[in-house]
Protein backbone atom coordinates (compact mmCIF):
# COMPACT_ATOMS: atom_id res chain seq x y z
CA UNK A 1 0.00 0.00 0.00
CA UNK A 2 1.51 3.01 -0.80
CA UNK A 3 1.81 6.00 1.93
CA UNK A 4 1.00 9.70 1.09
CA UNK A 5 3.26 10.99 4.07
CA UNK A 6 7.29 10.99 2.63
CA UNK A 7 10.63 11.49 4.92
CA UNK A 8 11.63 14.52 3.10
CA UNK A 9 15.06 14.85 1.40
CA UNK A 10 18.27 16.17 4.03
CA UNK A 11 18.67 18.20 0.91
CA UNK A 12 15.13 19.80 1.24
CA UNK A 13 15.01 19.94 5.16
CA UNK A 14 17.84 22.18 5.09
CA UNK A 15 16.11 24.70 3.50
CA UNK A 16 13.48 24.71 5.74
CA UNK A 17 13.39 27.32 8.53
CA UNK A 18 13.69 25.07 11.78
CA UNK A 19 13.53 25.40 14.92
CA UNK A 20 11.44 24.27 18.01
CA UNK A 21 7.91 24.76 17.50
CA UNK A 22 6.65 23.56 21.26
CA UNK A 23 7.08 25.69 23.47
CA UNK A 24 3.94 25.27 25.35
CA UNK A 25 0.67 23.60 25.62
CA UNK A 26 -0.63 26.74 23.15
CA UNK A 27 1.61 25.71 20.71
CA UNK A 28 0.98 22.23 20.64
CA UNK A 29 -2.68 23.04 20.61
CA UNK A 30 -1.83 25.47 17.47
CA UNK A 31 0.20 22.49 15.65
CA UNK A 32 -2.26 19.72 16.26
CA UNK A 33 -5.49 22.18 15.08
CA UNK A 34 -3.73 23.26 11.95
CA UNK A 35 -3.10 19.52 11.22
CA UNK A 36 -6.72 19.31 12.00
CA UNK A 37 -7.20 22.34 9.13
CA UNK A 38 -5.00 20.86 6.57
CA UNK A 39 -6.71 17.52 7.00
CA UNK A 40 -9.85 19.06 5.53
CA UNK A 41 -12.18 18.61 8.98
CA UNK A 42 -15.30 20.49 9.22
CA UNK A 43 -15.47 20.18 12.94
CA UNK A 44 -12.45 20.31 15.71
CA UNK A 45 -12.87 19.92 19.18
CA UNK A 46 -10.06 20.32 21.60
CA UNK A 47 -10.25 19.65 24.92
CA UNK A 48 -7.55 20.21 28.06
CA UNK A 49 -6.73 20.13 31.55
CA UNK A 50 -4.75 21.46 33.96
CA UNK A 51 -3.91 24.47 31.30
CA UNK A 52 -2.64 21.73 28.93
CA UNK A 53 -0.32 20.45 31.01
CA UNK A 54 -2.51 17.27 32.19
CA UNK A 55 -4.53 16.69 29.37
CA UNK A 56 -4.52 18.54 25.72
CA UNK A 57 -6.64 16.65 22.79
CA UNK A 58 -7.39 17.75 19.86
CA UNK A 59 -10.01 15.51 17.96
CA UNK A 60 -11.64 15.86 13.97
CA UNK A 61 -13.31 14.48 11.56
CA UNK A 62 -11.01 15.18 8.58
CA UNK A 63 -9.32 12.65 5.85
CA UNK A 64 -7.48 10.71 8.78
CA UNK A 65 -4.37 8.40 7.81
CA UNK A 66 -3.67 4.79 7.32
CA UNK A 67 -1.35 2.90 9.34
CA UNK A 68 1.59 2.83 7.60
CA UNK A 69 1.50 7.00 7.21
CA UNK A 70 0.15 7.50 11.13
CA UNK A 71 3.45 5.78 12.12
CA UNK A 72 5.58 8.17 9.37
CA UNK A 73 3.96 10.78 10.61
CA UNK A 74 5.63 10.11 13.95
CA UNK A 75 8.69 10.54 11.94
CA UNK A 76 10.85 13.55 11.64
CA UNK A 77 10.46 15.20 8.82
CA UNK A 78 7.57 13.41 7.56
CA UNK A 79 4.90 14.84 5.71
CA UNK A 80 2.36 14.74 2.98
CA UNK A 81 2.43 18.38 2.25
CA UNK A 82 5.42 19.20 0.13
CA UNK A 83 7.81 16.85 -1.44
CA UNK A 84 10.39 18.88 -3.47
CA UNK A 85 11.87 21.96 -3.09
CA UNK A 86 10.10 23.78 -5.81
CA UNK A 87 6.88 22.97 -3.42
CA UNK A 88 8.89 25.62 -1.09
CA UNK A 89 7.78 28.07 -3.34
CA UNK A 90 3.85 27.00 -3.40
CA UNK A 91 2.87 26.13 -0.17
CA UNK A 92 -0.97 26.13 0.56
CA UNK A 93 -1.61 24.37 3.72
CA UNK A 94 -0.26 25.92 6.99
CA UNK A 95 1.97 22.71 7.97
CA UNK A 96 4.96 21.37 5.75
CA UNK A 97 7.89 21.24 7.55
CA UNK A 98 7.11 17.35 8.96
CA UNK A 99 8.17 18.50 12.63
CA UNK A 100 5.13 19.27 15.05
CA UNK A 101 4.19 15.35 15.24
CA UNK A 102 7.32 13.85 16.39
CA UNK A 103 8.31 16.96 18.32
CA UNK A 104 5.28 16.66 20.39
CA UNK A 105 5.32 12.94 20.51
CA UNK A 106 8.87 13.27 22.28
CA UNK A 107 7.86 15.21 25.23
CA UNK A 108 4.57 13.93 26.39
CA UNK A 109 2.97 10.63 26.87
CA UNK A 110 0.20 10.46 23.80
CA UNK A 111 -1.87 8.62 21.65
CA UNK A 112 -2.64 9.03 17.84
CA UNK A 113 -5.90 7.59 16.91
CA UNK A 114 -7.21 7.62 13.58
CA UNK A 115 -9.31 6.62 10.66
CA UNK A 116 -8.75 7.31 7.37
CA UNK A 117 -11.73 7.93 5.49
CA UNK A 118 -12.83 5.03 3.71
CA UNK A 119 -11.11 2.65 5.93
CA UNK A 120 -13.06 0.03 8.20
CA UNK A 121 -11.10 0.21 10.81
CA UNK A 122 -8.94 2.88 12.79
CA UNK A 123 -5.72 2.50 14.00
CA UNK A 124 -4.63 3.49 17.97
CA UNK A 125 -0.61 4.59 18.13
CA UNK A 126 0.73 4.95 21.93
CA UNK A 127 3.69 6.40 22.85
CA UNK A 128 6.17 7.96 25.11
CA UNK A 129 8.83 10.33 25.09
CA UNK A 130 8.84 9.60 21.33
CA UNK A 131 9.31 6.09 21.70
CA UNK A 132 6.26 4.05 20.07
CA UNK A 133 4.98 1.54 22.96
CA UNK A 134 1.96 -0.03 21.44
CA UNK A 135 -0.10 -0.19 17.95
CA UNK A 136 -3.61 -1.35 18.15
CA UNK A 137 -7.30 -1.69 15.54
CA UNK A 138 -9.44 0.70 17.50
CA UNK A 139 -13.38 0.98 16.30
CA UNK A 140 -13.67 5.39 15.58
CA UNK A 141 -15.63 7.84 13.43
CA UNK A 142 -13.18 8.81 11.10
CA UNK A 143 -10.82 11.42 11.15
CA UNK A 144 -8.20 11.53 14.35
CA UNK A 145 -7.52 12.19 17.90
CA UNK A 146 -4.76 13.30 19.65
CA UNK A 147 -4.08 13.36 23.07
CA UNK A 148 -1.18 14.52 24.42
CA UNK A 149 -0.89 14.02 28.74
CA UNK A 150 1.84 15.03 30.65
CA UNK A 151 3.45 17.64 28.44
CA UNK A 152 7.15 18.10 29.27
CA UNK A 153 7.06 14.63 31.51
CA UNK A 154 10.63 14.27 30.44
CA UNK A 155 11.96 17.70 30.10
CA UNK A 156 11.87 19.29 33.65
CA UNK A 157 13.37 22.62 32.47
CA UNK A 158 10.92 23.30 30.43
CA UNK A 159 8.31 22.34 32.52
CA UNK A 160 9.53 24.83 35.28
CA UNK A 161 8.75 27.19 32.66
CA UNK A 162 5.26 26.78 32.03
CA UNK A 163 2.98 29.55 34.05
CA UNK A 164 -0.42 28.64 36.17
CA UNK A 165 -2.74 26.77 35.00
CA UNK A 166 -4.75 29.82 34.45
CA UNK A 167 -2.31 31.74 32.10
CA UNK A 168 -1.39 28.33 30.38
CA UNK A 169 -5.61 28.02 29.34
CA UNK A 170 -5.24 31.37 28.44
CA UNK A 171 -2.92 31.46 26.16
CA UNK A 172 -4.63 28.17 24.11
CA UNK A 173 -7.72 29.83 24.52
CA UNK A 174 -6.00 33.45 22.46
CA UNK A 175 -4.62 30.58 19.86
CA UNK A 176 -7.60 28.74 19.59
CA UNK A 177 -9.33 32.23 18.90
CA UNK A 178 -6.96 33.07 15.97
CA UNK A 179 -7.83 29.23 14.10
CA UNK A 180 -11.58 29.80 15.07
CA UNK A 181 -11.45 33.39 13.11
CA UNK A 182 -9.33 31.97 10.60
CA UNK A 183 -12.16 29.29 9.27
CA UNK A 184 -15.78 30.40 10.33
CA UNK A 185 -16.49 27.54 8.08
CA UNK A 186 -15.32 24.84 10.61
CA UNK A 187 -16.82 23.89 13.77
CA UNK A 188 -14.82 24.70 16.71
CA UNK A 189 -15.08 23.51 20.24
CA UNK A 190 -12.94 24.39 23.23
CA UNK A 191 -13.14 22.78 26.35
CA UNK A 192 -11.36 24.23 29.53
CA UNK A 193 -11.33 21.58 32.73
CA UNK A 194 -14.68 20.29 31.90
CA UNK A 195 -16.16 23.59 30.73
CA UNK A 196 -17.34 24.49 27.39
CA UNK A 197 -15.23 27.26 26.65
CA UNK A 198 -16.90 28.50 23.33
CA UNK A 199 -18.79 26.40 21.04
CA UNK A 200 -18.59 28.40 17.40
CA UNK A 201 -20.76 26.74 14.80
CA UNK A 202 -20.27 27.45 10.96
CA UNK A 203 -21.38 30.41 9.88
CA UNK A 204 -20.56 34.16 8.81
CA UNK A 205 -17.61 35.48 10.16
CA UNK A 206 -19.63 38.01 11.94
CA UNK A 207 -21.29 35.17 14.37
CA UNK A 208 -17.72 34.11 14.17
CA UNK A 209 -16.52 37.35 15.79
CA UNK A 210 -19.50 37.82 18.13
CA UNK A 211 -19.32 33.86 19.79
CA UNK A 212 -15.59 34.67 19.87
CA UNK A 213 -15.13 38.25 20.95
CA UNK A 214 -18.03 39.06 22.15
CA UNK A 215 -21.60 41.08 20.89
CA UNK A 216 -20.01 44.40 21.76
CA UNK A 217 -16.86 44.11 19.65
CA UNK A 218 -18.71 42.61 16.81
CA UNK A 219 -21.47 45.58 16.52
CA UNK A 220 -18.33 47.80 15.90
CA UNK A 221 -17.19 46.21 12.97
CA UNK A 222 -18.46 47.05 8.85
CA UNK A 223 -17.29 44.25 6.38
CA UNK A 224 -15.17 45.03 3.56
CA UNK A 225 -13.94 43.31 0.44
CA UNK A 226 -11.67 44.50 -2.08
CA UNK A 227 -10.29 42.03 -5.27
CA UNK A 228 -7.75 43.85 -6.85
CA UNK A 229 -5.53 41.68 -10.21
CA UNK A 230 -3.91 39.16 -7.57
CA UNK A 231 -4.84 40.42 -4.16
CA UNK A 232 -7.64 40.45 -2.20
CA UNK A 233 -8.76 41.68 1.49
CA UNK A 234 -11.91 40.89 2.74
CA UNK A 235 -13.32 41.00 6.35
CA UNK A 236 -14.45 43.14 8.96
CA UNK A 237 -12.74 46.54 10.36
CA UNK A 238 -14.14 48.46 13.70
CA UNK A 239 -15.02 51.74 14.33
CA UNK A 240 -12.43 54.35 15.46
CA UNK A 241 -14.25 54.66 18.84
CA UNK A 242 -13.97 50.63 19.83
CA UNK A 243 -10.11 51.51 19.85
CA UNK A 244 -7.52 49.77 21.91
CA UNK A 245 -4.17 50.31 23.43
CA UNK A 246 -2.32 47.50 21.94
CA UNK A 247 -2.35 45.58 18.67
CA UNK A 248 -3.91 42.87 20.26
CA UNK A 249 -7.05 42.86 18.22
CA UNK A 250 -6.06 43.20 15.12
CA UNK A 251 -6.36 39.59 13.75
CA UNK A 252 -4.49 39.07 10.29
CA UNK A 253 -4.32 36.59 8.10
CA UNK A 254 -2.18 35.98 5.25
CA UNK A 255 -3.78 32.90 2.98
CA UNK A 256 -5.86 31.37 5.84
CA UNK A 257 -3.03 31.63 8.08
CA UNK A 258 -2.58 33.95 11.14
CA UNK A 259 0.17 35.82 10.58
CA UNK A 260 1.49 39.29 12.47
CA UNK A 261 3.20 41.02 10.21
CA UNK A 262 4.87 44.48 10.51
CA UNK A 263 3.90 45.78 7.06
CA UNK A 264 0.60 44.78 7.24
CA UNK A 265 -0.10 46.31 10.34
CA UNK A 266 1.50 49.60 9.15
CA UNK A 267 -0.80 49.88 6.32
CA UNK A 268 -4.05 48.82 8.63
CA UNK A 269 -2.28 51.62 11.12
CA UNK A 270 -1.77 54.44 7.97
CA UNK A 271 -5.17 54.13 7.01
CA UNK A 272 -6.71 54.90 10.22
CA UNK A 273 -3.94 57.09 11.36
CA UNK A 274 -6.02 60.33 11.41
CA UNK A 275 -9.02 58.48 13.23
CA UNK A 276 -7.13 57.17 16.26
CA UNK A 277 -4.82 59.24 18.44
CA UNK A 278 -1.11 58.46 18.61
CA UNK A 279 -0.96 54.63 20.56
CA UNK A 280 -4.47 53.19 19.93
CA UNK A 281 -5.53 50.43 17.74
CA UNK A 282 -8.73 49.69 15.71
CA UNK A 283 -9.90 46.26 15.95
CA UNK A 284 -10.16 44.11 12.56
CA UNK A 285 -10.14 41.17 11.89
CA UNK A 286 -8.62 41.05 8.00
CA UNK A 287 -7.82 38.41 4.81
CA UNK A 288 -5.12 39.19 2.79
CA UNK A 289 -5.34 36.55 0.06
CA UNK A 290 -2.42 36.73 -2.54
CA UNK A 291 -1.23 34.04 -4.86
CA UNK A 292 0.89 31.43 -3.30
CA UNK A 293 3.90 32.04 -4.96
CA UNK A 294 4.46 35.49 -4.34
CA UNK A 295 4.72 34.80 -0.28
CA UNK A 296 7.23 32.72 1.45
CA UNK A 297 5.98 31.82 4.96
CA UNK A 298 9.06 29.53 5.30
CA UNK A 299 10.70 32.63 7.25
CA UNK A 300 10.36 32.02 11.05
CA UNK A 301 9.20 28.12 12.44
CA UNK A 302 6.06 29.41 14.06
CA UNK A 303 5.47 30.49 10.47
CA UNK A 304 3.73 34.07 11.92
CA UNK A 305 6.12 35.72 10.06
CA UNK A 306 6.15 36.46 6.40
CA UNK A 307 7.85 37.67 3.40
CA UNK A 308 6.35 39.13 0.06
CA UNK A 309 7.43 38.93 -2.93
CA UNK A 310 6.24 42.70 -3.83
CA UNK A 311 6.09 44.72 -0.49
CA UNK A 312 4.65 47.72 -1.40
CA UNK A 313 2.16 46.16 -3.57
CA UNK A 314 1.03 44.25 -0.81
CA UNK A 315 0.85 47.30 1.84
CA UNK A 316 -0.17 49.70 -1.01
CA UNK A 317 -3.32 47.54 -1.56
CA UNK A 318 -4.05 46.96 2.10
CA UNK A 319 -4.14 50.98 2.69
CA UNK A 320 -5.71 51.94 0.47
CA UNK A 321 -8.96 48.59 0.31
CA UNK A 322 -9.20 50.12 4.16
CA UNK A 323 -9.08 53.55 3.01
CA UNK A 324 -11.74 53.84 0.81
CA UNK A 325 -13.65 51.09 3.31
CA UNK A 326 -13.17 53.70 5.81
CA UNK A 327 -14.79 56.35 3.87
CA UNK A 328 -17.95 54.73 3.08
CA UNK A 329 -18.55 53.15 6.53
CA UNK A 330 -22.05 54.86 7.98
CA UNK A 331 -20.15 55.32 11.65
CA UNK A 332 -17.79 57.56 9.69
CA UNK A 333 -19.33 59.55 7.49
CA UNK A 334 -22.46 60.74 9.08
CA UNK A 335 -24.05 58.44 12.48
CA UNK A 336 -27.25 56.44 12.17
CA UNK A 337 -29.64 58.85 13.22
CA UNK A 338 -32.52 60.54 10.55
CA UNK A 339 -31.35 63.64 9.17
CA UNK A 340 -34.36 66.20 9.53
CA UNK A 341 -35.55 68.29 6.49
CA UNK A 342 -36.08 71.95 7.53
CA UNK A 343 -37.40 72.95 4.53
CA UNK A 344 -40.83 74.50 4.92
CA UNK A 345 -42.07 74.21 1.31
CA UNK A 346 -40.76 70.99 1.58
CA UNK A 347 -43.06 70.18 4.45
CA UNK A 348 -46.21 72.67 2.98
CA UNK A 349 -46.19 74.75 5.73
CA UNK A 350 -48.02 78.10 5.74
CA UNK A 351 -45.87 81.20 6.90
CA UNK A 352 -47.89 80.86 10.02
CA UNK A 353 -47.40 77.27 11.28
CA UNK A 354 -43.70 77.90 9.78
CA UNK A 355 -43.68 80.09 13.19
CA UNK A 356 -43.71 76.89 15.61
CA UNK A 357 -41.25 75.23 13.01
CA UNK A 358 -38.52 77.88 13.77
CA UNK A 359 -37.94 76.03 16.89
CA UNK A 360 -36.64 73.50 14.95
CA UNK A 361 -34.33 75.02 13.44
CA UNK A 362 -30.36 75.33 14.24
CA UNK A 363 -30.49 79.16 13.93
CA UNK A 364 -33.02 79.91 17.22
CA UNK A 365 -31.20 79.60 20.25
CA UNK A 366 -34.37 79.87 22.38
CA UNK A 367 -33.72 76.44 24.79
CA UNK A 368 -34.32 78.55 27.54
CA UNK A 369 -36.69 80.34 26.46
CA UNK A 370 -34.44 83.64 26.16
CA UNK A 371 -33.79 85.50 22.49
CA UNK A 372 -31.02 86.72 24.27
CA UNK A 373 -28.96 83.50 24.25
CA UNK A 374 -29.19 83.47 20.75
CA UNK A 375 -27.73 87.20 20.39
CA UNK A 376 -24.80 86.52 22.85
CA UNK A 377 -23.96 83.06 20.56
CA UNK A 378 -23.93 85.61 17.62
CA UNK A 379 -27.15 85.36 16.16
CA UNK A 380 -28.12 88.09 13.51
CA UNK A 381 -28.99 90.76 15.78
CA UNK A 382 -31.54 92.18 13.12
CA UNK A 383 -33.88 89.00 13.66
CA UNK A 384 -36.60 91.03 15.53
CA UNK A 385 -38.51 88.00 17.18
CA UNK A 386 -38.18 84.35 17.19
CA UNK A 387 -41.42 83.84 15.87
CA UNK A 388 -40.74 86.83 12.64
CA UNK A 389 -41.20 85.11 9.48
CA UNK A 390 -38.06 86.80 8.17
CA UNK A 391 -35.90 85.52 11.04
CA UNK A 392 -37.29 82.07 9.42
CA UNK A 393 -36.03 82.98 5.96
CA UNK A 394 -32.47 84.44 7.79
CA UNK A 395 -31.88 81.62 9.62
CA UNK A 396 -32.82 78.78 7.06
CA UNK A 397 -30.25 76.38 6.86
CA UNK A 398 -28.15 74.67 3.84
CA UNK A 399 -30.79 72.55 2.19
CA UNK A 400 -27.94 69.48 2.68
CA UNK A 401 -29.73 66.02 3.26
CA UNK A 402 -26.48 65.82 5.72
CA UNK A 403 -26.27 64.45 9.39
CA UNK A 404 -24.36 67.69 10.71
CA UNK A 405 -27.00 70.03 9.15
CA UNK A 406 -29.89 68.39 10.44
CA UNK A 407 -28.39 68.88 14.06
CA UNK A 408 -30.46 71.94 16.18
CA UNK A 409 -27.82 73.75 17.67
CA UNK A 410 -28.77 74.66 21.62
CA UNK A 411 -25.80 76.87 21.56
CA UNK A 412 -21.77 77.25 22.37
CA UNK A 413 -20.19 76.23 25.48
CA UNK A 414 -16.63 78.26 26.53
CA UNK A 415 -16.64 79.44 23.07
CA UNK A 416 -15.11 75.83 21.95
CA UNK A 417 -17.49 73.49 21.71
CA UNK A 418 -21.14 73.62 20.09
CA UNK A 419 -24.24 71.63 22.09
CA UNK A 420 -26.86 70.37 19.62
CA UNK A 421 -30.03 67.67 19.89
CA UNK A 422 -29.80 64.99 16.86
CA UNK A 423 -32.56 63.29 17.46
CA UNK A 424 -33.05 62.15 21.07
CA UNK A 425 -29.44 62.78 21.77
CA UNK A 426 -27.03 65.38 22.75
CA UNK A 427 -24.09 66.17 20.75
CA UNK A 428 -21.34 68.17 21.54
CA UNK A 429 -19.22 68.89 18.65
CA UNK A 430 -15.85 70.27 19.10
CA UNK A 431 -15.20 73.69 16.85
CA UNK A 432 -11.33 73.08 16.69
CA UNK A 433 -11.51 69.57 15.53
CA UNK A 434 -14.05 70.49 13.17
CA UNK A 435 -12.38 73.15 11.36
CA UNK A 436 -9.22 71.20 11.18
CA UNK A 437 -10.88 67.88 10.12
CA UNK A 438 -12.84 70.32 6.97
CA UNK A 439 -9.78 72.61 6.48
CA UNK A 440 -7.59 69.34 6.15
CA UNK A 441 -9.99 67.43 3.35
CA UNK A 442 -10.36 70.57 1.89
CA UNK A 443 -6.46 70.78 1.49
CA UNK A 444 -5.96 67.18 -0.04
CA UNK A 445 -8.40 67.56 -2.06
CA UNK A 446 -6.90 70.69 -3.73
CA UNK A 447 -3.38 68.91 -3.28
CA UNK A 448 -4.60 65.91 -5.53
CA UNK A 449 -5.88 67.61 -8.24
CA UNK A 450 -2.92 69.64 -8.42
CA UNK A 451 -2.17 72.45 -5.75
CA UNK A 452 -3.58 73.84 -2.54
CA UNK A 453 -4.59 77.21 -3.58
CA UNK A 454 -1.81 80.40 -2.60
CA UNK A 455 -1.80 83.92 -1.80
CA UNK A 456 0.66 86.30 -2.75
CA UNK A 457 1.76 87.68 0.56
CA UNK A 458 2.20 91.72 0.26
CA UNK A 459 5.58 91.90 1.30
CA UNK A 460 7.65 89.39 0.08
CA UNK A 461 9.69 87.90 3.24
CA UNK A 462 13.47 86.75 2.96
CA UNK A 463 13.92 83.90 5.49
CA UNK A 464 17.13 82.23 6.51
CA UNK A 465 17.55 79.01 6.82
CA UNK A 466 20.43 76.21 7.79
CA UNK A 467 22.66 74.68 5.24
CA UNK A 468 21.06 71.71 5.79
CA UNK A 469 17.02 73.58 5.56
CA UNK A 470 18.59 75.05 2.84
CA UNK A 471 19.37 71.58 0.99
CA UNK A 472 15.95 70.34 1.72
CA UNK A 473 13.93 73.40 0.47
CA UNK A 474 16.07 73.22 -2.76
CA UNK A 475 15.13 69.16 -2.58
CA UNK A 476 11.71 69.54 -2.43
CA UNK A 477 11.07 72.68 -4.33
CA UNK A 478 8.09 71.22 -6.49
CA UNK A 479 6.64 69.87 -3.33
CA UNK A 480 6.36 73.39 -1.35
CA UNK A 481 5.20 74.76 -4.05
CA UNK A 482 2.01 72.07 -4.79
CA UNK A 483 1.34 72.70 -0.79
CA UNK A 484 1.31 76.47 -1.76
CA UNK A 485 4.79 78.16 -0.28
CA UNK A 486 6.08 79.27 -3.40
CA UNK A 487 9.99 80.61 -2.41
CA UNK A 488 12.80 81.42 -4.47
CA UNK A 489 16.45 81.77 -4.26
CA UNK A 490 17.88 84.85 -2.66
CA UNK A 491 21.18 84.13 -2.30
CA UNK A 492 22.92 81.63 0.02
CA UNK A 493 21.01 79.86 2.06
CA UNK A 494 18.27 83.04 2.05
CA UNK A 495 14.92 82.34 0.15
CA UNK A 496 12.48 84.63 -0.45
CA UNK A 497 8.79 84.00 0.20
CA UNK A 498 6.34 84.73 -2.30
CA UNK A 499 3.23 83.33 -1.46
CA UNK A 500 1.88 80.90 0.99
CA UNK A 501 -1.30 78.44 1.32
CA UNK A 502 -4.16 80.67 1.23
CA UNK A 503 -5.83 79.48 4.12
CA UNK A 504 -2.92 80.46 6.00
CA UNK A 505 -2.51 83.99 4.87
CA UNK A 506 -3.66 85.56 7.83
CA UNK A 507 -2.25 82.86 10.18
CA UNK A 508 1.07 81.88 11.72
CA UNK A 509 2.50 80.70 7.85
CA UNK A 510 6.04 81.23 8.78
CA UNK A 511 5.42 78.88 11.69
CA UNK A 512 3.62 76.27 9.61
CA UNK A 513 6.59 76.68 6.99
CA UNK A 514 9.68 76.22 9.56
CA UNK A 515 7.73 73.29 11.02
CA UNK A 516 7.47 71.56 7.13
CA UNK A 517 10.96 71.97 6.16
CA UNK A 518 11.58 69.99 9.43
CA UNK A 519 9.01 67.49 9.20
CA UNK A 520 10.36 66.83 5.41
CA UNK A 521 14.26 66.46 6.81
CA UNK A 522 13.16 64.04 9.36
CA UNK A 523 11.27 61.88 6.52
CA UNK A 524 12.87 58.73 6.86
CA UNK A 525 12.06 55.08 5.36
CA UNK A 526 9.36 54.76 7.82
CA UNK A 527 6.82 56.93 5.53
CA UNK A 528 5.59 56.83 2.11
CA UNK A 529 6.02 60.36 0.41
CA UNK A 530 2.67 59.82 0.29
CA UNK A 531 1.96 59.74 3.75
CA UNK A 532 4.88 62.83 4.49
CA UNK A 533 2.66 64.88 1.83
CA UNK A 534 -0.60 64.13 3.95
CA UNK A 535 1.47 64.62 7.36
CA UNK A 536 2.23 68.03 5.94
CA UNK A 537 -1.01 68.91 5.11
CA UNK A 538 -1.91 67.88 8.43
CA UNK A 539 0.34 70.64 9.79
CA UNK A 540 -1.05 73.15 7.43
CA UNK A 541 -4.66 72.56 8.40
CA UNK A 542 -3.68 72.70 12.08
CA UNK A 543 -1.73 76.06 11.59
CA UNK A 544 -4.93 77.07 9.97
CA UNK A 545 -7.51 77.08 12.90
CA UNK A 546 -7.49 79.91 15.30
CA UNK A 547 -6.60 78.56 18.57
CA UNK A 548 -8.89 79.72 21.89
CA UNK A 549 -11.96 80.59 22.07
CA UNK A 550 -13.95 82.30 19.29
CA UNK A 551 -17.50 82.56 19.08
CA UNK A 552 -19.26 81.58 16.15
CA UNK A 553 -22.35 83.44 14.11
CA UNK A 554 -25.45 81.20 13.48
CA UNK A 555 -24.26 81.72 9.83
CA UNK A 556 -20.64 80.27 10.44
CA UNK A 557 -21.88 77.56 12.67
CA UNK A 558 -24.25 76.72 10.18
CA UNK A 559 -21.60 76.81 7.74
CA UNK A 560 -19.55 74.54 9.90
CA UNK A 561 -21.75 71.84 10.07
CA UNK A 562 -22.78 71.79 6.16
CA UNK A 563 -18.80 71.59 5.48
CA UNK A 564 -18.64 68.73 7.78
CA UNK A 565 -21.31 67.19 5.55
CA UNK A 566 -19.28 67.61 2.67
CA UNK A 567 -15.92 66.00 3.81
CA UNK A 568 -15.03 62.21 4.62
CA UNK A 569 -13.92 60.99 7.61
CA UNK A 570 -15.93 63.81 9.70
CA UNK A 571 -16.03 62.27 12.93
CA UNK A 572 -12.44 62.71 13.98
CA UNK A 573 -9.97 65.45 13.24
CA UNK A 574 -6.72 64.81 11.19
CA UNK A 575 -5.13 64.00 14.46
CA UNK A 576 -7.70 61.20 15.25
CA UNK A 577 -9.65 63.25 18.01
CA UNK A 578 -12.81 63.03 18.67
CA UNK A 579 -14.82 65.85 16.22
CA UNK A 580 -18.03 64.70 18.49
CA UNK A 581 -19.42 62.92 21.28
CA UNK A 582 -23.20 61.80 21.74
CA UNK A 583 -24.75 61.81 24.61
CA UNK A 584 -27.63 59.55 24.51
CA UNK A 585 -31.68 60.56 26.12
CA UNK A 586 -30.80 56.95 28.20
CA UNK A 587 -27.53 58.74 29.36
CA UNK A 588 -29.21 61.82 30.43
CA UNK A 589 -31.68 60.03 32.42
CA UNK A 590 -29.84 57.61 34.03
CA UNK A 591 -27.45 60.91 34.92
CA UNK A 592 -30.63 61.78 36.47
CA UNK A 593 -32.37 58.32 37.82
CA UNK A 594 -34.69 58.58 36.05
CA UNK A 595 -33.77 55.02 34.47
P1 LIG B 1 3.27 18.93 8.72
O1 LIG B 1 1.96 19.40 9.17
O2 LIG B 1 4.29 20.00 8.64
O3 LIG B 1 3.22 18.09 7.49
P2 LIG B 1 3.19 17.35 11.15
O4 LIG B 1 4.27 16.70 11.96
O5 LIG B 1 2.35 18.34 11.81
O6 LIG B 1 3.87 17.97 9.86
O7 LIG B 1 2.27 16.20 10.55
C1 LIG B 1 2.87 15.18 9.75
C2 LIG B 1 1.87 14.59 8.79
O8 LIG B 1 0.89 13.86 9.51
C3 LIG B 1 1.09 15.58 7.99
O9 LIG B 1 1.78 15.97 6.82
C4 LIG B 1 -0.20 14.86 7.69
O10 LIG B 1 -0.05 14.05 6.52
C5 LIG B 1 -0.35 13.92 8.88
N1 LIG B 1 -1.32 14.42 9.85
C6 LIG B 1 -1.05 15.06 11.00
N2 LIG B 1 -2.16 15.37 11.67
C7 LIG B 1 -3.20 14.92 10.94
C8 LIG B 1 -4.62 14.95 11.09
N3 LIG B 1 -5.22 15.53 12.14
N4 LIG B 1 -5.38 14.37 10.12
C9 LIG B 1 -4.79 13.79 9.05
N5 LIG B 1 -3.45 13.75 8.86
C10 LIG B 1 -2.66 14.30 9.78
MG1 LIG C 1 1.58 20.19 11.06
Redesign the pocket.
Known amino acids: MST??KILPENLTNKISAGEVVERPASVVK??V???I??G?SEIVVEIESGGKRLIK?S?N????SRE?ALL?LERH????ISSDDDLGFIS???????????IASVSRWVLA?REQGCIEGTEIYGEGGRIRDVKARGMAE??I?EVRNLFFNTPARLKFLKSNETEAGHVGDQLTRLALSRPDVRFTYVNDGRTVFRALNGALEDRVAALLGRSISAGLYPLECTGEELSLKGLAGKPDSNRSSSSHLYTFVNGRFVRDRLIQHAIMQSYRQLLERGRYPVAILFLNTPVEDVDVNVHPTKHEVRFRNQSLVHDFIASALEKHLGSTPWMAKPAIKAVSYSHAEQGLTAESSAISVKETPFVYDTFGDVRVAEQVGLPVDVPSKFAPQAVEEAKPLETEGFFSSLRVIGQYLGAYLICQGGDDLLIIDQHAAHERVAFERLRMDFSAGEVESQGVLFPEVVEFTHGEASVVDAHMPMLRKLGFHLDDFGGTAKVLNAVPRILASGPYMQALRDIIEEVASFGKSRTLDVLQEDLLVRIACHSVIRGRSSLSGNEINALLASLDSVPFASNCPHGRPVYRTITRPDVEKMFKRL
Do not use: H, Q, W
Not at 78 to 81: D, F, L, N
Open positions: RIELENCDAAVDGCGMDAATSKTLGFRGEALPSTGTI
